[in-house]
């Protein structure tokens, strides 16, 4: 291995922690003092002879949720320079300091970013480190009790901005379509549509999807919900699993409930060398490819996301690879529809025997906010080292299938004497979305939110000009919620009239 150049960048470290509510150890750590476990974990995990914290010169850190959007509340304070909280848990003080971006694209996203970097020089020790204490802090606020997890820390640091616009249109804002949840449910349903299948039937299709994840989770100790489930489980609708937007029981959807931390190390070769990290700890990047997709609604198909699947394509194409070559797959999967958009582009079958989750997958390891790819990452290398020359795929998505990172590893040499990370050009807009319309469209794809008052019904519509347009039941509307329980409402004609503040009703014509 003494023929690697001494900038090929390696991945020397990785670490994990994580802690359940209640249960014996539980320290109630704030975020900076779970990534700052997870940060020493991956010192250790060199297993190098030298000073890793003193040749840190970069540590970029993923943002919580308390911090990851302009509006986001941190009930019990929050540290002014994340990053440099995070690197004096070790007693490290980098040159540089990234906050980045929102979205769970980030940890892949950086790695490829910061092998870049070190492969042209400008760095020679980088971090990537993130956490989640949001089942902390919402079992306090439900105590009562408090917690102080404010820091001034100081210094300088690169603030990226949340990047959150231009993802959902103004249409889809205007009509319910406003969060994670319904707007997946959204894409769901229209891969269902595409496949004829019916609401149950779907139901156990993504329940086979998941189960062998709950396997994968069980087995994991640093999952949140380590228990295996049957396919039937996952589908079943009960008070525990209950809806909570068609097609989604509770069970196949992101768990955000997570204390987790993840850090991941990134040194040149000839830093390794110099820290004396055995070589058998090193793991190449063969490749990073990061895309974005087009706003929701403007998608050609809402049942794919084409910039996704460019983006695992360009990976393994720079990587010289084909998925056959994938021994270790990590696909994003916060929802069903994001693992099944890459599994029905490659041709995979859910009972793929090599699986499609390193961790347990976000519903059962847990959705650590922004940072689950870190955790992906930081078990793929495990998993490398173990079977040397294998080669790993992790697959990070962000938003609402709108930004999509992938990253290819192997124990194997990579040659960075060309650069072996490719941001693909953004998605252009396929459809006109109108913010307001009057008169009669189609179905397109539905979900339906249950509540008190009858639930929440909204719909993606074509016009018969080909514009899609977004629309909610009226308040109060019982007969069109009841319309739509009745029988599939995706194909059927509706009735659109326009309201105040961008909002569309919709009737059954």
Known sequence: MNEIAGNTPVIIGVGQYAERVGEPGYGALSPMDIAGQALRAAVADCRASGDVPAAIDTIAAIRQFEISYASAQAPFGKADNPPRAIARRIGADPARAILEHTGGQGPQKLVGELAEAIAAGTSDCAVVAGSEAFSTMLSLLKSGETADWAEEIGGSIEDRPYALE??????????????????????????????????????????????????VAAANPYAAAPTARS????????????????????????????????????????????LGVPEDRWVHIHASADAKE?????????????????????????????????????????????????????????????????????????????????????????RLRANRGSAALVGANGGYLSKYSTGIYSTQPADWSRSRRLSLPDACAS??????????????????????????????????????????????DKDTIAAINEREPIGREIAVTSADKGRNHFTFA
């Not at 959902?168 to 229209?190: K, Q, T, V």
């Not at 009960?238 to 509770?250: D, G, K, S």
């Not at 460019?310 to 999967?333: C, H, K, Q, V």
Request: aromatic share 8%; charged share 20%.
């Open 231 to 274: 396919a039937e489980q996952l589908a079943q609708v009960t008070e525990r699993n209950r809806i909570v937007a068609e097609p989604f029981p509770r069970m196949v959807i992101a768990r955000d409930q997570v204390n987790q931390g993840a850090a991941i190390i990134l040194a040149s070769a000839a830093k390794a060398r110099e």
């Open 294 to 382: 087009a706003p929701a609604l403007t998608r050609a198909d809402l049942a794919k996301s084409p910039a996704s699947i460019a983006s695992a394509e360009t990976a393994l194409d720079i990587a010289g690879r084909t998925m056959a070559d994938i021994a270790y797959i990590d696909f994003y999967s916060c929802f069903p529809i994001a693992v099944f958009n890459q599994t029905d582009h490659f041709g995979l079958a859910s009972d793929d025997p090599r699986g499609f989750t390193l961790t347990g997958g976000l519903p059962y390891f847990g959705g650590a906010g922004n940072n689950y790819s870190a955790h992906a990452i930081a078990e793929a290398v495990g």
């Open 431 to 476: 459809v006109e979305v109108p913010t307001m319309f009057d008169g009669r469209a189609v179905i397109e794809s539905f979900t339906m939110m249950p509540g008190k008052d009858g639930g929440k019904a909204m719909v993606a519509a074509r016009t018969y000009e080909g514009a899609r347009i977004a629309a909610v039941a009226a308040p109060g």
């Open 166 to 215: 231009g993802l959902i249109d103004p249409a889809a804002m205007a009509n319910g379509l406003n969060s994670p949840i319904p707007l997946y449910a959204l894409f769901e349903n229209a891969r269902r549509a595409h496949l004829g299948a019916s609401l149950e039937d779907y139901r156990l299709r993504m329940g086979e999807l998941f189960a062998p994840f709950t396997q």
